[in-house]
């Protein structure tokens, strides 16, 4: 790839400026074919990488996509997981909480869809939701049946910062490798993405009413972002602000994210000791014609 991977790194302590980080840059691809050439000897690491996973048992990879509407979640998740084997491989996608999701705390629904060791969990938004549009509509938080003085503190939306920074650490400690990704879209291009879901019949099914409510609200998203993204920016569990504008190139840089996170794991496929050599050179012998 032409640009680094870092560059789209926030570093641990950094405050974020939306407005400084591009929501377009240089494509890492020269054309059509030059991509999906690119994309595919991604996705065949990836899934090389995913046996090696799912064989040495002892990580999982947690993926978490965050973004505003029309921003190409599922896109990514569709192009680059697409050579994962399912088995290896699960999605989850988090809409409005349950009545039994909202009796326990607002970690509870996800923390029950965490990856396995072996496995790769993708989450399609996250529990990020609770400290983004909960914080955009504090209504949702008040009909949450939080202590009265826990909606009363000032610190509600640090405290939160707190108790997700505090359970990414122990996720790590325990072999999970988190990596964020906020796909960074333009409010002119998610313009244009709905006006496309508006002309084209077969995509009218993806554009709704509260897209245009949601809209109205840009700039408080934009500014809940930036908090959260200062905030709970580590070097265990980093956020990526990638340039989504580009789809393609979206896809390219968040998979080479996902590829160099496997390629530094320290793993093996297990090799049996003396005892089990030996049963299975035994069973060879029966085997043989």
Known sequence: MKTSIDDFRVKEGRKVNLKKWPTVVDPVYDGKQPYKKILKAHTKSLSERQSLLYAANRYSVLVIVQAMDAAGKDGIIKHVMSGINPQGCQVFSFKQPSTQ????????????????R???????????????????????????????????????????????????????????????????????????????????????????????????????????????????????????????????????IVSQVILDTLKGLKMAYPRPDDKRREELLSIRKHIEP
């Open 101 to 116: 999701e909202l009796q326990h705390d607002f970690l509870w629904r996800t923390i029950v869809s965490l990856p396995e």
């Open 118 to 252: 072996g496995r790769i969990g993708i989450f399609n938004r996250s529990y990020y939701e609770e400290v983004l549009i909960v914080r955009v509509h504090p209504e949702i938080l008040k009909a949450q049946g939080l202590p009265p003085e826990t909606l009363k503190k000032k610190s509600v939306w640090k405290d939160r910062f707190k108790s997700i920074n505090d359970m990414e650490a122990h996720l790590h400690r325990n072999g999970t490798r988190i990596i964020k990704f906020f796909l960074h879209l333009s409010k002119k291009e998610q313009g244009k993405r709905f006006l496309d879901r508006i002309d084209n019949t077969d995509k009218n099914w993806k554009f709704s009413a509260a897209d245009i409510q949601e809209r109205e609200l840009w700039d408080n998203y934009q500014s809940a972002y930036e908090d959260c993204l200062s905030s709970t920016s580590t070097g265990h569990a980093p956020w990526y602000i990638v340039p989504a504008d580009d789809k393609a190139n979206a896809r390219l």
